[in-house]
């Protein structure tokens, strides 16, 4: 962390923060952005440089991966859903979703939530907390962190909680928990919608059932902000123009749809698809969606990470896209053909 903040401070890109840096090169509002935006003013700027120096005002919190879905570009170590189907691809050595420790799947990070709570204690002002996973409304570790700090009064000290949720699994208990803090700020994680939805989440849920949960959660009343986070990769490019107009038309024109392009693993990235498909998918855009430009620019070689010649990263890439989307599909009697056909071209 010393190095990292040492880096940051010099200017020099800090090594674990590459998502962010590709985001703010493809002109897209990184979460690094977001967070020195919403913490710099709080900071004392002249004791940066000290190795001692905290003032904590923002806590990110992933306490398990404990998860419900088995999103295609998620894996093991962030969805417990994860484990039986990555074992069947073992053998890819190269796919995002291999991991060694299958067989012990689970991550809780229990042990860590007195030291977390004992610094909320100790900060001097108000803090926002983000609480992600795994699924956060699903995970024992987040119930067991919202309900000690109700009865530490903890939750009045918040100026904000920020949960980044698939809005699936939630009750009437955690929701009366919630329901006691000052303000919600809710990114809803949904990529595409209909089949496609429930062909990218690898959920046992219909795209209704989840529209029915959504509705319930993005009920509370003290939701001050509700958002879409969208990440968009190439299954669910051609779809982007349909769930644009659903969510304006579920949750209103003023609800901001937050978009990410997929960082890894690179085989889904959006821009594996050729040219001409993304042109023909972005077309049903508006003309003033900032998508456009970005989805169309050309792929370079440093934004797949390799010294390669940029065609035959394209080439090795694509053939690892067919090579994966045929395995998940085989595996989960899917087919991603019968509900974007115009990827064909990426499967023959």
């Not at 029915?212 to 902000?225: D, E, M």
């Not at 370079?300 to 035959?312: C, Q, Y």
Request: hydrophobic letters at 35%; charged letters at 25%; one cysteine or more.
């Amino acid at each position: 962390m010393r190095k990292m903040k040492q880096d940051m401070l010099a200017g020099r890109p800090a090594a674990g923060c590459e998502k962010c840096y590709d985001h703010e090169a493809a002109g897209v509002y990184s979460l690094r952005n977001l967070y020195n935006d919403l913490t710099t003013d709080r900071l004392d700027h002249a004791s940066l440089y000290a190795d001692e120096y905290e003032n904590r005002t923002w806590y990110d919190l992933s306490l398990g991966n404990k998860c419900n879905q088995k999103c295609r570009i998620c894996g093991p170590y962030n969805s417990t859903a994860w484990a039986k189907d990555a074992k069947a691809l073992a053998d890819l050595k190269w796919t995002h979703v291999n991991w060694r420790e299958l067989d012990d799947v689970l991550i809780e990070s229990h042990s860590a939530i007195p030291g977390i709570l004992t610094s909320m204690q100790r900060a001097s002002g108000k803090f926002r907390i983000e609480l992600k996973g795994g699924e956060p409304l699903y995970m024992d570790s987040s119930r067991e962190l919202i309900a000690k700090m109700l009865e530490l009064g903890l939750h009045e000290k918040t100026e904000e909680l920020r949960i980044i949720t698939n809005g699936t699994q939630h009750d009437p208990r955690l929701l009366d928990m919630l329901r006691q803090f000052p303000a919600i700020d809710m990114a809803l994680s949904i990529d595409a919608t209909g089949k496609l939805h429930e062909y990218t989440r690898g959920t046992n849920m219909t795209w209704d059932d989840c529209r029915r949960s959504w509705s319930t959660v993005t009920a509370l009343p003290n939701i001050k902000r509700l958002r879409i986070s969208n990440t968009i990769y190439a299954y669910t490019i051609f779809d982007l123009g349909n769930l644009r107009n659903w969510v304006r038309s579920e949750f209103g024109f003023e609800t901001e749809m937050a978009d990410a392009l997929l960082h890894k693993p690179r085989y889904l990235h959006a821009k594996v698809v050729p040219y001409h498909l993304r042109a023909e998918a972005v077309s049903n855009l508006d003309s003033t969606d900032e998508m456009k430009d970005i989805l169309l620019a050309e792929p370079t070689a440093t934004e797949f990470g390799n010294s390669l010649a940029l065609d035959e990263i394209i080439d090795d890439l694509r053939y690892q896209f067919k090579t994966f989307t045929l395995r998940m599909d085989q595996q989960r009697s899917e087919s991603l053909l019968t509900i974007v056909p115009r990827l064909a071209e990426l499967l023959s």
